[in-house]
């Protein structure tokens, strides 16, 4: 069956750090991966998404990038972490046959 | 921008009872999605209704479309404590291989044992 992880679960952060949150998906190949990020007391707002390998699509302007570079893996970074980075992240994947996604367990970002 | 509105934003019920959540969206869609989500925990997928469906149902969950209105309604009918979480629509738009579900602001459901 399929799995997906995330880590870490909670992350404290400085200002101006940089910043790698990994997700990686098993028991399946060439999902589509998503990133996340949810304000608190809000919806979900599409941060990435990939296809394939070293296919990113960004969904709105921002601090952060995103990098696919193995098949079940994506990766969500950042150079700088600005305050307004802060919230809950997740990362999602499903098949292109499937609507529906499967959500990973989200990392807690608070910037300080 | 986001697609799907939820009402009401919160809801507090007694166990047994039933719960309806609602959601209003502006565009054309190929289906409509409900999700939930513990408190700090990612989300699940609850059930999926096409645009040419008008009513489904998933154990204790029933859910109806209404595409001349644009709108959905979630209902568990008796509720448990367990079911306390936030509940969100999510629509997928039509055409396209990547789906790019928009959620909306979810309901945040309360059920007092």
């Known amino acids: 069956s399929q799995t997906i992880h995330q880590w870490p679960a909670t992350l404290v952060q400085p200002v101006g750090s940089p910043l790698s949150l990994e997700c990686t998906v098993e028991?399946?190949?060439?999902?589509?991966l998503y990133w996340y990020r949810q304000a608190a007391g809000r919806g979900l707002q599409l941060l990435f998404y990939?296809?394939?390998?070293?296919?990113i699509s960004s969904e709105v302007p921002q601090n952060l990038s995103a990098s696919r570079p193995q098949d079940r893996q994506f990766i969500l970074s950042s150079k700088k972490l600005l305050l307004s980075d802060s919230g809950f992240y997740l990362c999602?994947?499903?098949?292109?046959?499937?609507?529906?996604?499967?959500f990973g367990s989200g990392t807690q970002l608070s910037v300080l | 921008s986001q697609q799907g509105e939820e009402d009401p934003q919160a809801l507090s019920i007694q166990e047994g009872e039933n719960a309806t959540m609602n959601c209003s969206y502006k565009?054309?869609?190929?289906?409509l999605q409900w999700y939930r989500q513990n408190s700090g925990r990612g989300l699940v997928h609850l059930i999926l209704?096409?645009?040419?469906?008008r009513e489904k149902h998933s154990g204790r969950l029933r859910v109806t479309l209404d595409t001349s209105k644009k709108s959905s309604s979630l209902l568990i009918t008796a509720s448990r404590a367990a079911d306390t979480a936030s509940y969100f629509c999510?629509?997928?738009?039509?055409?396209?291989?990547?789906?790019?579900?928009?959620f909306g602001t979810g309901t945040l459901l309360a059920v007092q044992p």
């Open positions: 999602a994947w499903n098949e292109d046959r499937d609507e529906k996604l499967f």
């Open positions: 028991g399946t190949s060439n999902p589509n």
């Open positions: 990939s296809v394939g390998i070293g296919q």
């Open positions: 565009t054309s869609i190929n289906n």
């Open positions: 209704i096409r645009s040419n469906e």
């Open positions: 999510a629509t997928g738009g039509p055409g396209g291989a990547t789906n790019k579900l928009i």
